[in-house]
């Protein structure tokens, strides 16, 4: 597995680290001239996303959701740029394959260079972060298939089995919404002060990369509130069929209450018992039995309880 690795194209080089160790810390002091904070913020990641401008470079740092198939969860990828004029230094924390895909694509394919690398470092920035949020459209393409399988198996009568399965796709869609929505707020602080971070040329483009992660996040969004309506169908259906299984129960327990009661009277040990040495006795109770069932089940018709 690379940690450094290093492409030149156009008088423009890409530095990238992958999983930096202390090794490459060191060798980051050693051979740069970074500010001692940006390096500070390098040694490890930083969960939340900014930008900071220094005198000769500007540091920025993004996050992008990544699908953990293993543990069916959602997992932040933190990438953190540092910007200068003939070069551009990113630190990988993990495992991220549309980056390392591409990254792997610029060493071996001039074509592609020649397009990333056409400008300055700023405009390789902002085609790197727009390949970045790009590749997270087929996540989401993922969480609404579901979404519709989810829509269609609701009304088949499977409520209990989707009951944790609508939960973790929820889940899945939160975390992607959590780790997505704070780079809105440093994109829009680029897009509105260009000139502090990068210069009023670069503007058109972080716009561009603005648009584009909003689009993520109003599309996560709908999935999000889409999940929670199927939560709340799945779970009144739920409770519509314990409501039915529960009213039939009741009944059950209505009509064999008198029954028992029967029962109980005429096998108390008592004198006198009517009925009892009768010689049809034991055929007039269970006819009384049945018509005491029978009565109740009409009660039950007339009131539309069956």
């Keep these: 597995m690379w940690y450094m690795q290093k492409i030149s194209h156009n008088n423009i080089t890409l530095?990238?680290?992958?999983?930096?160790?202390?090794?490459?810390?060191?060798?980051?002091?050693?051979?740069?001239?970074?500010?001692?904070?940006?390096?500070?913020?390098?040694?490890?990641?930083?969960?939340?996303?900014?930008?900071?401008n220094y005198q000769s470079h500007t540091l920025l740092i993004v996050r992008f959701p990544q699908f953990d198939r293993s543990g069916k969860e959602v997992k932040a990828s933190e990438i953190d740029f540092i910007i200068?004029?003939?070069e551009l230094v990113f630190f990988?924390?993990?495992?991220?394959?549309?980056?390392?895909?591409?990254?792997?694509?610029?060493?071996?394919?001039?074509?592609?260079?020649?397009?990333?690398?056409k400008s300055n470092t700023n405009f390789l920035l902002y085609k790197i972060l727009t390949h970045l949020f790009r590749s997270l459209f087929p996540q989401l393409d993922h969480i609404i298939k579901?979404?519709?399988?989810?829509?269609?198996?609701?009304?088949?009568?499977?409520?209990?089995?989707?009951?944790?399965?609508?939960?973790?796709?929820?889940?899945?869609?939160?975390?992607?919404?959590?780790?997505?929505?704070?780079?809105?707020?440093?994109?829009?602080?680029?897009k509105e002060n260009p000139s502090e971070f990068f210069g009023e040329d670069i503007a058109p483009y972080?716009?561009?990369?603005?648009?584009?992660?909003?689009?993520?996040?109003?599309?996560?969004?709908?999935?999000?509130?889409?999940?929670?309506v199927l939560h709340e169908t799945n779970a009144s259906i739920l409770s519509n069929k314990m409501s039915n299984i529960m009213k039939v129960l009741t009944m059950f327990s209505v009509i064999v209450f008198p029954l028992t009661l029967f029962a109980s009277i005429w096998g108390m040990n008592v004198e006198n018992m009517p009925l009892v040495g009768h010689q049809q006795?034991?055929?007039?109770?269970?006819?009384?039995?049945g018509v005491g069932t029978f009565v109740m089940l009409m009660i039950f018709k007339v009131k539309k309880w069956i």
Excluded: C
Aim: hydrophobic share 40%; net charge negative; charged share 35%.
């Design 15 to 52: 530095t990238a680290f992958k999983k930096p160790r202390e090794k490459e810390i060191d060798f980051l002091k050693s051979n740069y001239n970074f500010h001692p904070l940006v390096v500070d913020e390098l040694a490890h990641p930083t969960f939340h996303p900014k930008v900071e």
């Design 84 to 86: 200068t004029k003939d």
């Design 92 to 117: 990988q924390y993990n495992d991220f394959d549309a980056l390392e895909t591409l990254v792997k694509e610029l060493s071996v394919e001039e074509p592609l260079r020649d397009e990333f690398f």
């Design 146 to 190: 579901k979404v519709d399988e989810l829509e269609h198996k609701i009304f088949k009568g499977k409520q209990e089995e989707l009951v944790s399965e609508i939960s973790l796709y929820r889940r899945e869609a939160i975390d992607f919404k959590r780790i997505v929505g704070p780079n809105v707020k440093i994109l829009e602080e680029i």
């Design 206 to 228: 972080f716009h561009e990369l603005h648009t584009v992660n909003s689009r993520l996040i109003s599309l996560i969004e709908s999935q999000t509130e889409t999940l929670l």
């Design 281 to 289: 006795d034991f055929w007039i109770l269970i006819g009384m039995m």
